[in-house]
């Protein structure tokens, strides 16, 4: 079973930043594809980022050009850099990781943008 934890949720403004990152058990984590997807209250989980195990990133429309997903094999942790939040930004932040038919999740970490 993969083990994913993620940490950095919190409480920012408009326009702040805030860097979540994700720690996964595995020594094999470079070859798991890796996301971060959120969910806000009553909708649906959505993709926010994703990287590949060879570095490919994708973003959802939303968050081009203000988040940045990152990887750091070394660590086995993989990372969302969140710039100009948003209020609709506020949800809880999931980790996920792929690999063949593994499809794992982390507990989350809220994310809430006010003033």
């Known amino acids: 079973q993969v083990q994913l934890v993620e940490s950095g949720g919190g409480l920012a403004q408009p326009g702040g930043s805030l860097r979540l990152s994700c720690v996964v058990s595995?020594?094999?984590?470079?070859?798991?594809?890796m996301g971060w997807y959120r969910q806000a209250p009553g909708k649906q989980r959505e993709l926010v980022a994703s990287?590949?195990?060879?570095?490919?990133?994708n973003y959802a429309d939303s968050v081009k050009g203000r988040f940045s997903i990152s990887r750091d094999n070394a660590k086995n942790t993989m990372y969302l850099q969140m710039n100009s939040l948003k209020p609709e930004d506020t949800a809880s932040y999931y980790c996920?990781?792929?690999?063949?038919?593994?499809?794992?999740w982390g507990q989350g970490t809220q994310v809430t943008v006010s003033s």
């Open positions: 990287i590949t195990s060879d570095g490919r990133t």
């Open positions: 595995e020594s094999i984590f470079t070859r798991y594809d």
């Open positions: 996920n990781a792929k690999r063949l038919w593994i499809d794992s």
